[in-house]
């Protein structure tokens, strides 16, 4: 995936938001714990900026894709979160990590991109079945296989999985997803994205198994 905090878009909105403002030295901005980070961002400063998405960007592109099922559509929705966490950075409050601000973020943007396909009546994606090698890299994150037979059989594991999830809730898909690939708590979930513990916890339920009767029944096929 080309760096965000490369891309066009967001470099622009920076160069013109910031203008003049003092810039700190990157030995600085890359030594900054998430706290000064945030006070860095708050001022203005680009380079703090870019190295929020670059800690990031990864997880952000991640979880896109595995929400979306479009690796295209990914790309673009992660520089439109980016955006967005430079645009209310002002309001981020701390009561939770900036990760698990951003993650509602993801979220958010996702499902609403989702609604506008519905009322488009999208059927033009690239789905992740189609990645290349270099994308599904970029995507996996697990560590490198013990061999190339345990890497096809990993990657068609995969691809089964995320077949199966883009025929679930979208809701249910989203707590699946934050468990079982980001490995967050059902609390960290529920502070993510406002929901009740029990909320959560049944929708976690209900997404695992809807998706075992989705993989059962491809299994069948």
């Not at 690796?71 to 439109?80: G, V």
Request: glycine share 6%; proline share 2%.
């Amino acid at each position: 995936m080309a760096s965000v905090s490369k891309s066009s878009g967001i470099s622009a909105e920076v160069a013109v938001a910031t203008g003049e403002m003092l810039l700190r030295s990157d030995a600085l901005v890359a030594d900054a714990p998430e706290s000064g980070l945030i006070e860095l961002c708050r001022q203005g400063d680009p380079r703090a900026f870019a190295r929020l998405v670059a800690l990031h960007e990864r997880m952000v592109f991640n979880l896109s894709a595995r929400l979306l099922g479009d690796a295209e559509e990914a790309k673009d929705l992660s520089q439109e979160v980016f955006l967005q966490v430079y645009r209310t950075i002002q309001r981020f409050e701390g009561r939770s990590s900036l990760k698990t601000w951003i993650y509602r973020i993801v979220v958010n943007q996702c499902h609403n991109r989702q609604r506008w396909w519905r009322r488009r009546k999208k059927d033009q994606s690239r789905p992740l079945e189609d990645l290349t090698a270099h994308e599904e890299e970029a995507l996996s994150t697990k560590g490198a296989s013990s061999g190339p037979f345990e890497d096809l059989a990993r990657r068609e594991q995969a691809r089964r999985v995320q077949a199966g999830l883009a025929e679930i809730s979208f809701d249910q898909r989203a707590i699946l997803v934050l468990r079982e690939v980001e490995g967050m708590s059902c609390e960290e979930i529920g502070t993510a994205l406002h929901l009740p513990i029990g909320t959560v916890k049944s929708r976690l339920a209900r997404g695992r198994e809807a998706l075992r009767q989705v993989l059962v029944g491809k299994k069948e096929v």
